[in-house]
């Protein structure tokens, strides 16, 4: 291994051919490469990168686009030549979320006044970004679609007119489904909502779920007609999209409690008749307990069946290490990147990037495993930070190549070797 590399913690499976700190910015949430370029939103730093990977071994960072004030840029979503940007409210510069479990507990649209019947004056952007990326060195914005409220959070988009949103808007309790029609990207348009029961307090709708409880979609991800939402403390949401204009509710499942929720996102597996569902770890040392990765049996669409979970890594006492251990993400078979029915690439935090073989999906087998050494520094600035890695987002391209990031740490390049 080249000396200019970072020398791993552990690595079994997964060797490092390339790292970057994405020019002097190493904060990453999520990551998407195309034509040769890695495009990583930023946590901390206020905007999003791109980097220049068609040389693996030797990543280079070719572009830097700041956020507007205020405002996050963490999450965005890649297909052919367009680049879609979430703008939201930066929830970790805000006094009231220094504590993350201030955010992650509650209704956050009471924290961040969407739920108020007269909402406070704002100071950031909330809405998502379009730009052409025909040259991804070099984004071009051609679009935008504002939003009332605290903004996007996660996009998903695989091409075509529609793009599927959780959004926080004025009159809810937290993050609801929304499409957008990109029939004219210049000129992106809202499609349709779908929201528990409940969240809509503009309409005097009360939840029925304790006040503690964070009931809102973290992010849908489609597969046909149906999209499969990752509903935090309130689990799967499963919506029906055949006409996105009009998009219904099909099926709520919820396993929490009595397993401690924070449901992430979901990866439908539709030739084995799976869905993959990860419960994100949001807590320091392993306060929130067990999250796992479930595999559901979903021949009966109606009726998800839990038959395995992946095992927690234990080559080390992560739960000892400090910040989070437990999933983040699960890479999403993105049609431009790889796509397997077979391998599941995840983020563990603490514990670095997972590949588990799922040939048997009882019984689930890890056989690839990354862990990237202490971070040279710290990118979060919240107070009481521990310094240690949490990797955050997995890409894998077609070739196999495996692009993972972190809060702290930068963008590392991998090579699967089994």
Same mark, same amino acid.
């Given at each position: 291994?080249?000396?200019?590399?970072?020398?791993?913690?552990?690595?079994?499976?997964?060797?490092?051919?390339?790292?970057? !700190?994405?020019?002097?910015? *190493? !904060?990453?949430?999520?990551?998407?490469?195309?034509?040769?370029?890695?495009?990583?939103?930023?946590?901390?730093?206020?905007?999003?990168?791109? +980097?220049?990977?068609?040389?693996?071994?030797? @990543?280079? $960072?070719?572009?830097?686009?700041? &956020?507007? @004030?205020?405002?996050?840029?963490?999450?965005?979503?890649?297909?052919?030549?367009?680049?879609?940007?979430?703008? $939201?409210?930066?929830?970790?510069?805000?006094?009231?979320?220094?504590?993350?479990?201030? %955010?992650?507990?509650?209704?956050?649209?009471?924290?961040?006044?969407?739920?108020? #019947?007269?909402?406070?004056?704002?100071?950031?952007?909330?809405?998502?970004?379009? %730009?052409?990326?025909?040259?991804?060195?070099?984004?071009?914005?051609?679009?935008?679609? @504002?939003?009332?409220?605290?903004?996007?959070?996660?996009?998903?988009?695989?091409?075509?007119?529609?793009?599927?949103?959780?959004?926080?808007? !004025?009159?809810?309790?937290?993050?609801?489904?929304?499409?957008?029609?990109?029939?004219?990207?210049?000129?992106?348009?809202?499609?349709?909502?779908?929201?528990?029961?409940?969240?809509?307090? &503009?309409?005097?709708?009360?939840?029925?779920?304790?006040?503690?409880?964070?009931?809102?979609?973290?992010? $849908?991800?489609?597969?046909?007609?149906?999209? %499969?939402?990752?509903?935090?403390?309130?689990?799967?949401?499963?919506?029906?999209?055949?006409?996105?204009?009009?998009?219904?509710?099909?099926?709520?499942?919820?396993?929490?409690?009595?397993?401690?929720?924070?449901?992430?996102?979901?990866?439908?597996?539709?030739?084995?008749?799976?869905?993959?569902?990860?419960?994100?770890?949001?807590?320091?040392? %392993?306060?929130?307990?067990?999250?796992?990765?479930?595999?559901?049996?979903?021949?009966?669409?109606?009726?998800?069946?839990?038959?395995?979970?992946?095992?927690? *890594?234990?080559?080390?006492?992560?739960?000892?290490?400090?910040?989070?251990?437990?999933?983040?993400?699960?890479?999403?078979?993105?049609?431009?990147?790889?796509? #397997?029915?077979?391998?599941?690439?995840?983020?563990?935090?603490? $514990?670095?990037?997972? +590949?588990?073989?799922?040939?048997?999906?009882?019984?689930?087998?890890?056989?690839?495993?990354?862990?990237?050494?202490?971070?040279?520094?710290?990118?979060?600035?919240?107070?009481?930070?521990?310094?240690?890695?949490?990797?955050?987002?997995?890409?894998?391209?077609?070739?196999?190549?495996?692009?993972?990031?972190?809060?702290?740490?930068?963008?590392?390049?991998?090579?699967?070797?089994?």
């Amino acid at each position: 291994m080249s000396q200019d590399l970072p020398k791993p913690d552990y690595a079994r499976n997964l060797k490092l051919i390339g790292h970057s !700190d994405q020019g002097g910015r *190493p !904060d990453g949430v999520q990551l998407m490469v195309n034509k040769g370029h890695a495009i990583t939103g930023h946590m901390f730093s206020k905007g999003f990168s791109v +980097v220049d990977v068609r040389d693996p071994r030797r @990543p280079r $960072a070719v572009n830097y686009i700041p &956020a507007p @004030p205020n405002t996050w840029n963490i999450h965005l979503q890649t297909f052919g030549d367009l680049l879609l940007v979430i703008n $939201a409210k930066d929830m970790f510069a805000s006094a009231e979320f220094q504590d993350e479990k201030n %955010y992650y507990s509650g209704a956050l649209g009471e924290k961040v006044g969407t739920a108020a #019947s007269s909402p406070a004056v704002r100071d950031w952007t909330a809405g998502m970004a379009v %730009y052409d990326i025909a040259d991804p060195a070099h984004p071009r914005q051609i679009g935008f679609l @504002p939003v009332a409220g605290g903004g996007i959070h996660r996009i998903w988009y695989t091409g075509g007119r529609w793009a599927y949103v959780s959004a926080l808007l !004025d009159g809810f309790t937290d993050y609801i489904f929304m499409t957008v029609d990109l029939a004219d990207p210049t000129r992106p348009r809202e499609g349709g909502r779908v929201w528990l029961p409940g969240m809509n307090a &503009a309409a005097g709708e009360t939840p029925s779920w304790p006040a503690y409880r964070r009931f809102g979609l973290h992010h $849908a991800t489609v597969s046909g007609t149906t999209a %499969y939402g990752a509903w935090r403390d309130a689990g799967l949401v499963v919506i029906d999209v055949a006409d996105p204009t009009a998009p219904a509710l099909k099926l709520h499942h919820n396993w929490s409690p009595p397993f401690n929720g924070g449901t992430h996102n979901c990866l439908h597996l539709p030739d084995r008749d799976l869905l993959v569902v990860a419960d994100e770890a949001v807590l320091d040392d %392993y306060e929130d307990g067990f999250k796992p990765i479930w595999l559901f049996d979903v021949r009966d669409p109606m009726k998800p069946i839990s038959i395995s979970t992946c095992p927690e *890594p234990d080559d080390a006492d992560y739960r000892r290490k400090g910040g989070h251990f437990g999933p983040h993400n699960i890479y999403e078979n993105r049609p431009d990147g790889f796509v #397997s029915d077979r391998r599941l690439f995840a983020t563990q935090q603490n $514990a670095g990037i997972r +590949v588990y073989d799922i040939a048997n999906p009882f019984r689930p087998e890890e056989i690839a495993a990354f862990v990237p050494p202490q971070p040279a520094r710290l990118m979060d600035h919240r107070p009481n930070r521990p310094r240690v890695i949490q990797s955050c987002d997995v890409y894998v391209d077609k070739e196999g190549l495996v692009y993972a990031n972190d809060y702290n740490g930068g963008l590392s390049i991998l090579e699967l070797t089994v």
